[in-house]
């Protein structure tokens, strides 16, 4: 029940278009949904965050979408760039536990 | 600003050596963690530390200790390495807690022979 499972694996997304990772949860009492990003060689970094009592939150051109009843969050990335390639983690979080996602490799090409 | 610094940036150890991962935090946070990273396995929690002076074991903590010697710096460290804990290992920082923004270092690439 601890588990955030995240899809897909990999991603491949033409410079403009929109690229969408998805993930899912069972533990209803999480509370707190960072999504980080990683370039290889680095530590992540938090790229946005989300609380349960919103449905979406925007910044810039990155996007959560949070859908409580299907315990369910996903990270949208609109005009997508090169610069963006990178690997993506979601993650839950309860009172002393932080569960990560297994990662989606975004790839970007121009 | 520095943020998060660790060191050794890599490491290769034999079976059954120790070593200690050192790391620390220049933005006055009170919280810090230290993580492994796996291929398909998304980061994990080994250790962390609230507050000064105290420590909590994570969701993998067997084969690993943690001392928070002060608020800036807490060390992670392996007392017979084993193959299994070839890993790459991050710390992190928040200000408090785990619904703050964490701040991770670079890592340190270990590999156990």
């Known amino acids: 029940q601890q588990q955030v499972k995240q899809s897909p694996q990999s991603l491949i997304v033409q410079k403009g278009g929109i690229s969408i990772i998805n993930c899912a949860y069972e533990?209803?009492?999480?509370?707190?949904f960072p999504w980080y990003q990683q370039f290889p060689g680095k530590g992540p970094a938090l790229l946005i965050a989300?609380?349960?009592?919103?449905s979406e939150k925007k910044e810039g051109r990155f996007t959560i979408s949070f859908n409580k009843s299907a315990k369910q969050f996903s990270l949208h990335i609109m005009d997508s760039q090169p610069g963006d390639s990178a690997t993506y983690f979601c993650?839950?979080?309860?009172?002393?536990?932080?569960?990560f996602g297994t990662g989606t490799r975004l790839q970007v090409f121009p | 600003n520095a943020g998060v610094t660790q060191t050794p940036k890599f490491q290769v150890l034999k079976t059954g050596q120790s070593m200690t991962l050192q790391c620390a935090q220049d933005?006055?946070?009170?919280?810090m963690y230290w993580y492994r990273q796996d291929p398909g396995m998304g980061l994990r929690l080994i250790y962390y530390?609230?507050?000064?002076?105290?420590?909590d074991k994570g969701e993998v903590p067997n084969g690993y200790n943690v001392s928070r010697l002060n608020k800036r710096e807490f060390s992670l460290r392996l007392e017979s390495a084993a193959p299994s804990q070839t890993s790459v290992y991050f710390c992190?920082?928040?200000?408090?807690?785990?619904?703050?923004?964490?701040?991770f270092g670079d890592g340190t690439r270990l590999s156990i022979l």
């Open positions: 992190a920082s928040s200000s408090q807690g785990l619904k703050q923004p964490q701040h």
């Open positions: 533990n209803t009492a999480f509370d707190y």
């Open positions: 989300i609380r349960p009592d919103v």
């Open positions: 993650a839950a979080s309860f009172t002393d536990k932080l569960i």
């Open positions: 933005m006055n946070h009170n919280s």
């Open positions: 530390s609230a507050s000064e002076g105290t420590t």
